[in-house]
């Protein structure tokens, strides 16, 4: 199988890089930083302008911010991933202790959003525009759920791993 994917291993590589996985990671640190910058500003243009009390823009706005997640959360990872495997300790706190707030933030969001479902279940009466509405809540309580444990996860376990790793420089 090795043969067909790369040649046989006395055969020459048409590019020969030299191996430094530290580069590699370095890379992904600052796609995770370019790419959380991307998702800072979309989320922030989401929340703009802020008007938690009214019960239409938060349902609105929350199943926009749980939308817009995916993004976030993989800039969040791979800086996460490079700042664990260059072993760097002020950058692995720093971004664990961002994944604990964005955590914190998405919970409070699903509560706001939670409150919000009987008021806008009882606004709809037509059936197909019901039926959309449940599917949009659904997905919205499966994205409000599962992205704070990711978050979660990640602030505690970079958390534990900063305390147990010697400092390195970035």
């Known amino acids: 199988m090795r043969e067909i994917l790369v040649g046989p291993p006395d055969s020459p590589r048409v590019v020969d890089f030299p191996e430094d996985p530290g580069t590699a990671w370095r890379l992904m640190r600052w796609i995770g930083l370019g790419l959380g910058l991307v998702a800072c500003a979309d989320l922030a243009l989401n929340l703009f302008p802020f008007r938690v009390g009214n019960p239409q823009w938060e349902f609105g706005t929350f199943s926009r911010v749980f939308d817009s997640m995916p993004l976030a959360t993989m800039a969040t990872l791979l800086f996460f991933a490079g700042s664990v495997a260059r072993g760097s300790k002020w950058a692995l706190r720093a971004v664990a202790t961002w994944s604990l707030l964005i955590g914190l933030l998405l919970l409070a969001a699903l509560v706001l959003y939670g409150l919000n479902i009987p008021l806008a279940l009882r606004a709809v009466t037509e059936p197909v525009a019901a ?19 990711l978050f979660f996860g990640m602030g505690v376990f970079g958390w534990r791993t900063a ?4 400092a390195r420089p970035a």
Do not use: M, S
């Not at 039926?131 to 444990?149: D, W």
């Not at 305390?163 to 010697?166: C, L, M, V």
């Open 131 to 149: 039926t959309g509405l449940k599917k949009a809540i659904t997905k919205a309580l499966i994205q409000g759920t599962v992205y704070p444990v």
């Open 163 to 166: 305390r147990r790793a010697t």
